[in-house]
């Protein structure tokens, strides 16, 4: 009873460097999210898709690519890592309702990310 | 969504009923109460929602006030591992506001 995994758990970067978090779900949920978590900015969101193949941005889109190729996998990318993305990442989902958001959104454990 | 107000912090002994508080004046009638949670290093756990009937599940018990202004999380029997920070957000039914906004939350400590 997986729910929501995130790989890595941890990752230390240089700046200028890229990476992809992976999100994986086992609940076939319709809807996934990733968030970043900083001290007194609580969760913001980046991007979110609400299906396969489609993927929208969030509050704070810049400097990170999604994908979702698959339905069970959300994908973040960084093209170019700076410090200002040192976080931690959390992925999330939830169950499709029409283009409604109110079902809970479960949650993963977070990758811990710092960039150098 | 409505604006939610928690106490910054409670205790709670070990065994015993936790039982948070949660205002939401301005709750609207198609908004429903949900409650999350965050273990240190970890991320957030759903907990519970509902609309105006009491609910409980096998974490914890939600119960609303008649006029649904404010609401209260019961943790039954309080352990350990129940130490996190506890979120109260009110969010439509048709909501169509993608992003899940966490207030600041009340600290939570459970002590032996």
């Known amino acids: 009873n997986a729910g929501v995994t995130q790989t890595p758990k941890f990752r230390v970067l240089k700046t200028g460097q890229s990476m992809t978090l992976l999100c994986a779900q086992d609940?076939?949920?319709?809807?996934m999210y990733w968030y970043r978590q900083d001290p007194g900015m609580g969760l913001r969101l980046i991007h979110y898709?609400?299906?396969?193949?489609?993927?929208a941005k969030g509050e704070v889109p810049d400097g990170y690519n999604v994908s979702r190729l698959k339905k069970q996998n959300f994908l973040l990318g960084l093209e170019s890592a700076a410090p200002s993305q040192t976080s931690v990442y959390f992925c999330?989902?939830?169950?499709?309702?029409?283009?409604?958001?109110?079902?809970?959104?479960?949650f993963g454990d977070g990758t811990r990310l710092s960039i150098l | 969504d409505a604006k939610t107000t928690q106490p910054t912090s409670m205790d709670c002994a070990e065994g015993r009923a936790a039982n948070l508080p949660c205002n939401h004046s301005?709750?609207?009638?198609?908004?429903?109460v949900y409650w999350y949670r965050q273990i240190h290093s970890q991320g957030p756990q759903y907990i519970i929602h509902?609309?105006?009937n009491n609910e409980t599940n096998e974490m914890a018990s939600l119960i609303i006030t008649e006029d649904r202004k404010s609401s209260t999380l019961i943790l039954p029997h309080a352990t350990l591992r129940d130490t996190a920070v506890y979120y109260c957000?009110?969010?439509?039914?048709?909501?169509?506001?993608?992003?899940?906004?966490f207030g600041a939350g009340t600290t939570v400590t459970v002590r032996a």
């Open positions: 999330a989902s939830s169950k499709g309702q029409g283009i409604r958001f109110n079902q809970p959104q479960h």
């Open positions: 609940m076939n949920h319709e809807y």
């Open positions: 898709s609400v299906g396969e193949g489609t993927t």
């Open positions: 301005t709750i609207s009638g198609n908004e429903y």
């Open positions: 509902g609309l105006k």
């Open positions: 957000i009110v969010r439509a039914l048709s909501s169509n506001d993608y992003k899940l906004s």
